[in-house]
């Protein structure tokens, strides 16, 4: 997987490229990433990359060319076969979902635009921008944050990035629920014990428990998750007993 960012501080990708699974796939070579500073296609002696905005208001926009070259010179030293698919991260985007890493990643490269100040001058996103997406309904001071949120949310999708191939497949989200409770040792903490059906060894009640849990939680914090999850009858089944039980305490 090759994966391009164009950022006016890339130095804050670093630590998620340097660091843990991330770090670990691109040292084994399962993940390539580059960074882009558009002030480095500049024309101008101030290396310029913003201005203020047409019709007024507070703040600056970025200006399009230095981000064009930059996308540019990206799409030129990708190495796959596959051009990059570019993706802008924007609060005006979609709500970035599990969906969408596990689509990029079969991609095998990418480019993301980290933006910054009021926003990018819209005709690069007219020009040179596949999709928006947006991490959620909050306010950061630049992209930066949200691409090393993506490209680590990637890098353990990448066959094997992480130490057991089953972990990315149960994680939150990636059958549309949230993820079951989790416990290790000690098997009692404060007077509170690990669920007797975890230290049971009948792997099919685990999984059963595991499975009911996840969909009793979905229910609890995120049930418009519920909604777009095709749940069968044993699913329906279980989480009616979850609801049930919680009606009863």
Request: overall charge negative.
């Amino acid at each position: 997987m090759w994966i391009g960012v164009v950022a006016l501080f890339p130095e804050l990708l670093h630590p998620v490229i340097q660091y843990g699974v991330t770090g670990r796939a691109v040292e084994e070579g399962r993940l390539q990433v580059e960074l882009f500073d558009p002030r480095a296609f500049t024309e101008d002696r101030h290396r310029t990359v913003d201005d203020r905005p047409y019709g007024g208001g507070p703040g600056m926009v970025m200006k399009v060319d230095p981000l064009h070259r930059a996308l540019a010179e990206a799409r030129a030293l990708n190495p796959m076969a596959r051009a990059p698919r570019v993706v802008a991260l924007t609060p005006q985007g979609v709500p970035l979902r599990q969906q969408h890493l596990e689509r990029w990643r079969d991609q095998t490269s990418l480019v993301l635009v980290a933006g910054r100040y009021e926003g990018i001058d819209e005709r690069l996103i007219d020009l040179d921008v596949d999709e928006e997406c947006s991490i959620g309904d909050f306010v950061l001071s630049g992209g930066e944050i949200a691409a090393a949120a993506v490209i680590d949310g990637i890098g353990r999708l990448i066959p094997g990035v992480l130490g057991h191939g089953e972990s990315a497949r149960q994680d939150s989200f990636v059958d549309g629920l949230l993820d079951c409770p989790h416990f290790t040792r000690p098997e009692i903490y404060a007077g509170v014990r690990v669920p007797p059906v975890l230290l049971s060894g009948d792997h099919q009640r685990i999984a059963r428990w595991r499975r009911q849990q996840a969909l009793g939680r979905t229910w609890e914090r995120r049930p418009d998750l519920l909604s777009a999850v095709n749940l069968s009858t044993e699913d329906q089944g279980l989480l009616q007993a979850y609801i049930d039980s919680r009606s009863e305490s």
